[in-house]
């Protein structure tokens, strides 16, 4: 694979300029969604625990049942036009929420099915723009590149949570799920604009077998010493995460006693965090080492997660706030380690397949996580659960502290040998 020289900062790469800028808006709009679908059952469905968890679980469903598939695609066909069809399809998804909800129509069931189609063309989504970004950028340049991308989803995250706050207090909280179908739109046109041509794929790939190259990537993944200690960190801070995130919202309106208008501002102020953490990242591995950054952030920062349930209503939700954030900030340094790592380890011919794999394995187990949230929350009750939950959370370092990484401080130069058919 060879890669076009390119300008060596990225601020002057105009196709990564492009990449990033539809991501951005894309983001701000999935970020609007993370707000307004949950609230919407809350508040104006009147969904239990266990409803807005079953609600989570059919978002990440789709990780569980098409990851693995998906990364064979990928490998297939070209990444950059499934990415674009993909933002198509979600924005026309995604509009039937405001559709039904205008004709008196939005049930639970729906939003269900809404959300889980959605979940499908985001794993397809997902997989091609980790496997893409190493087509498009030179290795050096993917620390810098993931931890911008990172900093992206919190910033997006902080500043759509405010919107949708705001677009849900002025039009209502069904129509503000629209900006998350506009927002897909534009991602598709920066796509569209990108002028570096992709590679094509290897034509003779179609005609294997796709469950001989399902098991290349899972292979990979599982044979190599670090990837599959870094899948179980992920995998178990995530696991973690979908706990909490079935009963948040339920925790912030009713626990909490925060107003329906100040929610958008609460999330907003919790994930900050995860900006300062992109900006730096790439500072952290310059200075510490890429590889190092992976497991000492989890050491130094992982605990913060336990301030959550610690938040009372009154000023000490400012405790919910503060844990969330440091732990943003902690988790996106981690997530633009292990990234890289992945990406310079894994033969390119092999991308999507291995972030396929990663990606069924650590994103498959949120529907458990977001289920298990919601029994807890009906059965111990809201706090409990949240305390369960980022005990997990923190723990989940242990598997990337203790593991090879602890003895190298930079992610290795990238692979280019062929992975191994193990038929």
């Known amino acids: 694979m060879t890669i076009p020289k390119g ?47 079953l609600l989570k679980a059919a978002s990440g469903l789709a990780f569980l049942l098409v990851a693995l598939p998906a990364g064979v695609l990928v490998d297939r066909y070209a990444k950059r036009r499934l990415m674009l069809w993909c933002d198509v399809a979600r924005a ?58 990172g900093s992206t989803q919190y910033f997006a995250y902080v500043s759509g949570t405010g919107l949708g706050g705001a677009v849900a207090a002025v039009v209502g909280v069904a129509r503000a799920v629209a900006v998350d179908a506009l927002s897909f739109l534009a991602s598709a046109v920066t796509l569209a604009l990108i002028r570096v041509p992709e590679e094509p794929p290897v034509k003779e790939r179609a005609e294997r077998r796709m469950r001989a190259e399902i098991a290349e990537g899972l292979s990979f993944v599982f044979r190599h010493p670090v990837l599959r200690r870094i899948v179980a960190c992920t995998a178990s801070s995530n696991l973690g995460i979908s706990i ?16 329906s208008g100040y ?13 300062v953490g992109g900006i ?23 605990w913060t997660g336990l301030l ?80 369960i939950a980022m005990a997990c959370v923190w723990s989940s370092g242990l598997w990337v502290y203790f593991s090879p990484l602890r003895h190298m401080r930079d992610v290795p130069a990238p692979a280019t040998a062929a992975p191994v058919d193990v038929g």
């Not at 009963?247 to 009713?254: G, N, P, T, Y």
């Not at 730096?280 to 992982?302: H, K, N």
């Not at 990406?343 to 977001?370: D, K, Y």
Request: charged share 10%.
């Open 7 to 53: 300008p060596a900062s990225l601020w002057r790469h105009r196709d990564f300029m492009l990449l990033w800028g539809g991501q951005t808006v894309s983001e701000i709009g999935s970020a609007v969604t993370v707000l307004a679908l949950p609230l919407l059952a809350v508040v104006a469905l009147n969904a239990t625990p266990f409803q807005t968890g």
């Open 92 to 149: 026309a998804v995604l509009g039937l929420v405001p559709l039904l909800w205008w004709w008196g129509q939005l049930e639970m069931w729906q939003l269900y099915v809404i959300v889980a189609v959605a979940g499908v063309l985001t794993v397809f989504f997902d997989v091609a723009y980790q496997s893409y970004l190493p087509h498009l950028l030179r290795h050096d340049q993917l620390v810098d590149a993931n931890g911008k991308m």
């Open 244 to 259: 909490a995130e079935a009963v948040d919202m339920i925790f912030i309106v009713r626990v909490l006693k925060v107003q």
């Open 263 to 275: 929610v958008g501002l609460l999330l907003a102020c919790a994930t900050v965090g995860g900006i």
């Open 280 to 302: 730096v990242a790439g500072r952290i591995g310059a200075r510490f080492g890429t590889a190092r950054m992976i497991w000492a952030s989890f050491a130094c920062c992982g």
């Open 308 to 387: 959550v349930p610690l938040a009372q209503p009154g000023w000490q939700v400012g405790l919910y706030a503060i844990g969330w954030s440091i732990f943003s900030a902690t988790a996106v340094v981690y997530n633009t380690g292990q990234l890289s790592f992945r990406q310079a380890v894994c033969p390119p011919e092999l991308l999507g397949r291995m972030n396929a794999s990663v990606r069924w394995l650590i994103w498959g187990i949120n529907p458990l996580g977001a289920l298990l949230g919601g029994a807890l929350g009906t059965w111990i009750g809201i706090r409990p659960t949240l305390w």
